[in-house]
């Protein structure tokens, strides 16, 4: 993923807008007309976990991939920790 990490460098040496930082990397893909740039952000999404095929069935993958990239995005911009919620929620936490 060099191209992904070049553009958060390039990003931040740039003074991009932290609003516009968040929107390229959760949603770049997801304009209109994506300029490189915006696709090269969205990779955020692509940086999970990855298990080689014949490890794990497909389904499981899936389900991998998506808790990863909750708990990625809960992490990084909620500010949650959200990894116990895969197993169990809490009396007073937003999170079920």
Known sequence: MTP???WVILAFNQNLPYDEFVKYQLAGDCY????RDQL???GFHRLHLIIDVGTALPEES???NVVDRVTAVG???LG?????AVCHDHKYDPIT
């Open 62 to 64: 899936h389900v991998r």
């Open 40 to 42: 090269i952000a969205s």
């Open 75 to 77: 992490t990084a911009f």
């Open 32 to 35: 209109p007309e994506p300029t």
């Open 4 to 6: 992904y990490r070049d």
């Open 80 to 84: 949650l920790t959200m990894q116990c």
